[in-house]
């Protein structure tokens, strides 16, 4: 018996010795869906021998509830600016002392020290662009100069619209159009959104962040709320039929950075994961493929979408970036929302 | 000591498998849905009942707090898109239950293997088989066109009726094989005798068949409808997100809404259906078992 309890010690010994080992070449990174080009993964890896685990979500929402319920596993993520302010609030980020890492050096002046990371000890701004909506051009000959064609929408845009899932991004898009402020603590401010929002859904056709790419594409929906770079990949690499709207109300404004969520167990696999991607040849690589503009620098010289064929990532409409609500306006936003969709 | 039987030890993984992984994770959400949720997501410590009046009672935009049916608007489209689900997945299961017990027992073991082959491949994965089949220009509507039975119509995705449609093809097995089971063990003789005594095939299903296939009715009656309560999936993918059913609102509230508490008074409040449910068949049962 003594024996048997021996060699189960030993061979659980052993298990988690090389379960420790395993662990040092792991990186869990969670990501925008189809944000990362797959050739730096494969690069990445090659070159450092650590092994990436790629997860993918479609909205901050989803970002922060997954981290703040305390059961993921992920070494690197990229919330928006507003989710970082809030992430760090609530203590679900790690400091990884940003400004010292080579990554920061890379980092664009007119990005640092911003109000969601004042000393810049968490996170590594990376890309930048715009939410909006994009058109199918097959099936819409209107206008996409306003809001207006999105939320009111008339002839074949009318039932045909499709809004994303969530409300990060809509309701700001909303308040634009109304001329209210973001994260406004007004009750009668956000009653005029919710009644916008409301009339909106007799036209909307589908609540979705998933997938937007085949079915505005498609034009199983002519209008689709969408972000800048995804909207002018789909239309470079497939031919698709959009055009990325540029409303004069503005476009509202987000910036995604490298954070490690403060459980992660692989932290410095993530600060190499974090420098690497912001080198100036893998940030140039990741601009061509994610088409988004990017907030590290990049090499001009080989980057394809320039100022004359990206309209979408050079836009003529004003951009106004979200910021993180008060817990009053949050709830409001809350409520609208869920009065939406009940 | 008394030493232990068999049955204990037997038994024990069992218990703690439940123990840990369903009762422990109730009692969390019991206790979570009596606390104040956090602006952020999460809760604090604080004993409210807030999350259980919300149901009834919500802030108006003038912040006064009124009765409101949203949510029992909710409650009642998730007991009737369901039970409209059960009530057609029965309609459809019964003839072919029937009809796959009047085969050979080879022909029996393929219909039936049929019949359980779509739970080989993921849910999602059949939920996106709908949404293939029903969404614009997709397989239905191309065809129906092709035989010029439809013209121009609004897409038959992203509505009440595609979500059924989802809830109906995926729940459907849980109908067919109970229902057939009880088929199974009917004594055909009775039909025989049946038609001996001049009764017509409407009057031998009535009075004989049904009241004898009713124990696998009502079985598969409360395993299509348990899990339809619950269901995320058809109303996101199907239904377009744009109605909600009992099951989106719990994910919304632990999700995008953040509001843990809410999310888990509403969580009991579904088990509590549920439960409803399952202790009319549970009481069923017993008396059934009572009077043989």
């Known amino acids: 018996m003594k024996y048997i309890t021996k060699i189960s010690l030993l061979a659980l010994s052993i298990s988690l010795s090389t379960g420790a080992k395993a662990e040092n070449n792991q990186l869990n990174v969670y990501t925008w869906a189809e944000s990362i080009d797959p050739v730096l993964i494969e690069n990445f890896q090659k070159e450092t021998g650590i092994e990436i685990t790629l997860d993918s979500y479609t909205s901050n929402e989803y970002l922060l509830a997954k981290l703040k319920s305390g059961s ?67 099936k819409y000959e209107g206008p996409a100069n306003s809001w207006k064609e999105f939320f009111e929408p008339t002839g074949a845009a009318a039932g045909n ?43 909307v056709a589908v609540y979705s962040s998933d997938n937007i790419s085949s079915r505005i594409s498609s034009g199983e929906v002519v209008m689709h709320n969408w972000w800048d770079g995804d909207s002018m990949r789909a239309r470079k690499n497939n031919n698709a039929p959009i055009e990325y709207a540029q409303p004069k109300e503005g476009l509202v404004g987000w910036l995604d950075s490298m954070v490690v969520p403060k459980n992660s167990r692989n932290s410095d696999n993530a600060k190499t994961f974090i420098n690497w991607m912001s080198e100036k040849d893998n ?19 080989k980057a394809i979408h320039k100022k004359e064929n990206s309209p979408e990532i050079f836009p003529t409409a004003f951009i106004k970036f979200t910021r993180a609500c008060s817990p009053s306006a949050q709830k409001l936003v809350d409520k609208v929302w869920t009065q939406l969709l009940q | 000591m008394k030493k232990l039987s068999w049955n204990f030890w037997g038994l024990l993984p069992a218990y703690l498998v439940m123990s840990l992984l369903m009762v422990l994770p109730l009692l969390i959400i019991f206790y979570v849905s009596f606390m ?120 038959l995705l992203y509505n009440n009726a595609a979500m059924m449609v989802g809830m109906v093809y995926t729940y459907i097995p849980l109908m067919i094989l109970p229902i057939y089971a009880s088929i199974e063990k009917l004594d055909t003789r009775l039909i025989e005798a049946a ?98």
Not at chain 1, 108 to 125: A, H, L, M, Q, V
Not at chain 1, 283 to 299: G, L, M
Not at chain 2, 40 to 45: E, F, N, P
Request: charged share 15%.
């Open chain 1, 283 to 301: 940030a140039t690589i990741e601009y061509n493929y994610y088409a988004h503009s990017s907030a590290v620098a990049i090499d001009e010289s």
């Open chain 2, 195 to 292: 038609s001996d005594l001049y009764s017509c095939r409407m009057n031998t299903l009535r009075s004989i068949i049904l009241p004898l296939c009713k124990p696998g009715i009502v079985a598969g009656f409360i395993l299509v409808l348990v899990p339809c309560l619950g269901t995320v999936l058809e109303p996101m993918l199907l239904g377009g997100g744009k109605t909600m059913m009992l099951g989106n609102l719990i994910q919304n509230q632990f999700g995008v809404a953040r509001n843990w508490s809410f999310g888990a008074s509403l969580t009991v409040l579904l088990l509590c259906i549920v439960l409803l449910f399952l202790m009319f068949q549970a009481h069923r049962t017993s008396k059934l078992r009572e009077l043989s």
């Open chain 1, 72 to 138: 993921s596993d992920y070494d690197v993520v990229f919330p928006s600016q507003h989710f970082v302010k809030i992430m760090i609030q609530e203590g679900l980020l790690k400091n990884i002392d940003a400004k010292n890492m080579a990554a920061f050096k890379q980092v664009d002046d007119k990005w640092k020290n911003k109000w969601w990371d004042k000393s810049s000890e968490y996170s590594i701004p990376f890309v930048y662009g715009t939410a909006g909506y994009t058109v199918n051009r097959d």
């Open chain 2, 36 to 155: 104040t949720s956090d602006a952020y997501g999460g809760y604090k410590a604080i004993f409210s009942l807030q999350s259980y009046s919300q149901i009834f009672y919500t802030a108006d935009w003038d912040d006064n707090l009124v009765l409101n049916f949203q949510y029992l608007k909710i409650i009642a489209r998730t007991l009737f898109l369901s039970g409209a689900t059960a009530v057609i997945c029965l309609l459809v299961s019964f003839p072919v239950a029937y009809y796959i017990s009047r085969q050979s027992n080879n022909m029996k073991t393929f219909l039936l293997y049929l019949v359980t082959l779509p739970f080989w491949v993921s849910m999602v994965v059949r939920v996106y088989a709908c949404v293939l089949i029903l969404s614009n220009d997709g397989v239905l509507e191309s065809g129906l066109r092709f035989f010029g039975l439809i013209g121009d119509i609004d897409s």
């Open chain 1, 161 to 203: 619209i499709a809004v994303f899932s969530t409300p990060d991004e809509i309701i700001p898009a909303a308040q634009l159009y109304l001329g209210i402020d973001f994260c406004t603590e007004k009750r009668t401010d956000m009653k005029k959104v919710y009644q916008l929002l409301k009339k909106q859904k007799e036209y």
